[in-house]
C-alpha cells in the first residue's frame, strides 16, 4: 500500500505505459532515482556519452527510454525464474525456492558463488549421480512449473538442451564402457590428486606421495564434466536487482522505510542542525556560512564547531576564549563581551542538555565529551 499509494512512480508498473500518462514532474522524480544515476554513469564509462546526456537533459528520449521499462522488466523477471527453477529442479542445493529467490534478488545469481555452490556441488557427483540432475535440467526447460506460471521455453534454449543432451550421451557411454572394468569411473575432481606409496627396501618400510593417475577414459569424463558447468553457467545468470534500471518501481522494501521511522539516528539530525544550520533555519545570515563556522551563526552552531575541533576534556576558559574572538566586537555579530558571554552560558547549556558534554570529574574547570548515539 505504501509503494504504490505513496510513490508516484508506481503508474510505470503497468504492463501498458502511455506516453500521456507520464508528466513533467514523473521525469523529474526520475532523475533523482539511485538506479537511473548508476545507469548514467555506466553509459558514460562506457563511452555512451550521446546516450548519458540525453537521458538527463532530453525528456523525449528519456520517455521513449520509459516507455519500453515494461517489457525489459518482463524480460528480466522472466530471466530469474528461469534461473532459478533450473537451480531448483537440479537437486544441488537444499535451500527452499522462496529462499533463493530473496538471495537472487540482491545479490543476483553466480554459480560459482557460495550462496549458490552449484558448480562445486556438480564437480563432486559421480558419473551415476550426473545423469539424473542432468535429466531434470532438460525436464525443466521443456515443461516449465505451472506454480510459478512459467511456461516451458524449449524453443528459446534449443542450443541448450541440444549440448545437455550431447554431454548427457557422453557421460552415458562413458558409463556402458566402463562397466565390466575394475577400476571406478571418476573426474579429476573426484579422483584423489594424492595417492600414498608404500615400498619396502633392505626390510624398512617407506612411504610416499605420488600423484594419481587418470584413465583416457577418466579424462573424458572431467572434459564433459567441465562442459557441463560451462553451459550451466552461461545458462543460469542474474545480476542483483538494484542493478537494473528503474528497479524502484516495481521493487519494494518494506524494511527501509520502517527502519527510517521507527529507528530514529537524533545524532545525525543534531550533528546537521548544529553544522549547518541554514538547512533547517532557511536564513540569510547562515546561507552564506555554507558548513563553516562564522560569527553570524546561531551560538550553539558556533560553539558546536568548536567543540567539535576540542579534545575528549575541554577546557572552559580557553572555550570562552575562542568563542569570544568568532563573535567578538570586530565581527558581524557586533557582541559585547558581556551579552557574549550570556550566549556563550546558554549555548553551552544547551549541548549538555543535548547530551553532547558533561561535566568532568577529573579536572573542575573543564568539560568532558559525552558518547552517544
Known amino acids: 500500500m505504501c509503494h504504490f499509494y505513496a510513490n508516484p512512480l508506481s503508474v510505470l508498473a503497468q504492463d501498458k505505459l502511455e506516453r500521456k500518462t507520464l508528466q513533467p514532474e514523473h521525469l523529474e522524480a526520475i532523475r533523482t ?37 515494461p517489457e525489459t522488466r518482463r524480460e528480466r523477471l522472466n530471466r530469474l525464474l528461469r534461473s532459478l527453477h533450473l537451480i531448483s529442479t537440479s537437486g544441488l542445493l537444499t535451500a527452499s525456492f522462496a529462499n533463493l529467490y530473496i538471495v537472487a534478488l540482491s545479490e543476483g545469481i553466480d554459480l560459482s558463488s557460495e550462496t549458490f555452490p552449484v558448480i562445486d556441488k556438480i564437480r563432486k557427483l559421480g558419473p551415476n549421480e550426473l545423469l539424473p540432475v542432468m535429466s531434470r535440467l532438460a525436464d525443466a526447460v521443456r515443461s516449465g512449473n505451472a506454480e510459478l506460471s512459467l511456461q516451458g521455453w524449449g524453443d528459446d534454449a534449443d542450443d541448450f538442451v541440444c549440448s545437455l543432451t550431447q554431454i548427457q550421451d557422453e557421460i552415458e557411454a562413458l558409463v556402458e564402457r566402463n562397466k565390466g572394468s575394475r577400476h571406478a569411473l571418476k573426474s579429476t575432481y573426484t579422483a584423489q590428486s594424492k595417492v600414498l606409496r608404500t615400498t619396502v627396501v633392505a626390510q624398512k618400510v617407506q612411504l610416499s606421495h605420488d600423484t594419481a593417475t587418470l584413465t583416457e577414459d577418466d579424462k573424458a569424463l572431467t572434459k564433459a564434466v567441465d562442459s557441463l558447468t560451462e553451459l550451466l553457467a552461461r545458462q543460469v545468470d542474474c545480476e542483483p536487482i538494484t542493478s537494473l534500471f528503474l528497479n524502484e518501481v516495481w521493487v519494494y522494501d518494506s524494511q527501509s522505510p520502517y527502519r527510517d521511522v521507527f529507528i530514529p539516528k537524533p545524532s545525525l539530525t543534531f550533528d546537521r542542525a548544529l553544522s549547518r544550520p541554514h538547512d533547517y533555519l532557511a536564513c540569510s545570515c547562515c546561507k552564506k556560512a555554507d558548513g563553516a563556522m562564522m560569527g553570524s551563526l546561531p551560538s550553539t552552531s558556533i560553539l558546536y564547531h568548536l567543540y567539535q575541533e576540542a579534545g575528549p576534556l575541554i577546557n572552559v576558559a580557553d572555550l570562552w576564549t575562542a568563542f569570544y574572538a568568532v563573535v567578538g566586537e570586530d565581527t558581524e555579530a557586533n557582541l559585547d563581551e558581556r551579552t557574549a558571554l550570556a550566549h556563550f552560558y546558554r549555548a553551552l547549556a544547551e549541548l549538555k542538555t543535548m547530551g553532547f558534554v558533561k561535566t568532568s570529574r577529573k579536572k573542575t574547570d573543564h568539560i568532558a565529551k559525552a558518547k552517544w548515539l
Not at 564509462?45 to 528520449?61: K, M, V
Open 33 to 69: 532515482l539511485d538506479s537511473f544515476k548508476s545507469h548514467v554513469e555506466a553509459a558514460v564509462g562506457g563511452r555512451q556519452l550521446t546516450h548519458a546526456r540525453s537521458l538527463l537533459e532530453n525528456d523525449n528520449y528519456l520517455i521513449e527510454q520509459v516507455l519500453g521499462h
